[in-house]
T-cell receptor, first 112, second 112 residues
């Protein structure tokens, strides 16, 4: 049963620290998405890649967030420096066709 | 992508059909209706999608009105595990996976 995996599942850190979240998309999927979910904003898109190339990162604060796909099996989302307002659940999703995206279990980030 | 309107919450008795409405009066001809759900603390899960014809799969049925301005997701025999936030999303498709724009959804509570 193919699934999207994300690590870590939970992360608590202090303001100013670097945070790296990782995602392993489903093998064969060519599109990877990063979403963020907070109580106030709901689910919002941060960035997405197709065939490892960034297609849209307009939802990310450029000064502190960066997203990469070093290879087809790994996507990373980095925050440096982290701030308390970055506290949220970060979801990775992957897909290949237009009809369905598969979401990972999320990384719950708490920045103190 | 067209905007959708959903009731914020609904209750349903276990074993009964749950009918979740969605209004999308500004939908255009090439836009599909998608339904996802998010069970507490999990990533969103694809349920079903359609263009103009009614659709059914192992999870649910999707009924789209003839003018396509509204639709209803039907869970035929709701169980406690169907308690979740249900998102109706309208989106044009290009053949490849694209980002999803989530609204606030409907919190469905299945009551024992």
């Amino acid at each position: 049963d193919a699934r999207v995996t994300q690590t870590p599942r939970d992360k608590v850190t202090e303001m100013g620290q670097e945070v790296t979240m990782r995602c392993q998309p489903i093998l064969g999927h060519n599109t990877v998405f990063w979403y963020r979910q907070t109580m106030m904003q709901g689910l919002e898109l941060l960035a997405y890649f197709r065939n490892r190339a960034p297609l849209d990162d307009s939802g990310m604060p450029k000064d502190r967030f960066s997203a990469e796909m070093p290879d087809a099996t790994l996507a990373t989302l980095k925050i440096q420096p982290s701030e308390p307002r970055d506290s949220a659940v970060y979801f990775c999703a992957s897909g290949i066709h237009y009809n369905e995206q598969f979401f990972g279990p999320g990384t719950r980030l708490t920045v103190l | 992508d067209a905007k959708t309107t959903q009731p914020p919450s609904m209750d349903c008795a276990e074993g009964r059909a749950a009918n979740l409405p969605c209004n999308h009066s500004t939908i255009s001809g090439n836009e599909y209706v998608y339904w996802y759900r998010q069970i507490h603390s999990q990533g969103p899960q694809y349920i079903i999608h359609g263009l103009k014809n009614n659709e059914t799969n192992e999870m649910a049925s999707l009924i789209i009105t003839e003018d396509r301005k509204s639709s209803t997701l039907i869970l035929p025999h709701a169980t406690l595990r169907d308690t979740a936030v249900y998102y109706c999303i309208v989106r044009a498709d290009s053949g490849s996976a694209r980002q999803l724009t989530f609204g606030s959804g409907t919190q469905l509570t299945v009551l024992p």
